[in-house]
């Protein structure tokens, strides 16, 4: 999913790192967010319509109807 790193990493550098990883836990319990393992480490991938409502809200004009 392109931009969800993007995001990840904006909030990271926003909050505290427990905030974050609580942040994380949080959209993982809704659905919004999967984990998954790739060898010692782990990705995120955010829910393709919540990417969208999130990309809307930082810019609306780039809503796809």
Known sequence: M???HE???FLR???SKSE???AIQSLAR????EKV???AGALFLLN???QQYIQSKSNPSSIKL
């Open 2 to 4: 392109p931009y969800a």
């Open 7 to 9: 995001y990840l990493i």
């Open 13 to 15: 550098k926003a909050i």
């Open 20 to 22: 974050f990883w609580q």
């Open 30 to 33: 809704r659905g919004l967010l």
């Open 37 to 39: 393992q790739v060898g």
């Open 48 to 50: 393709p319509v919540f």
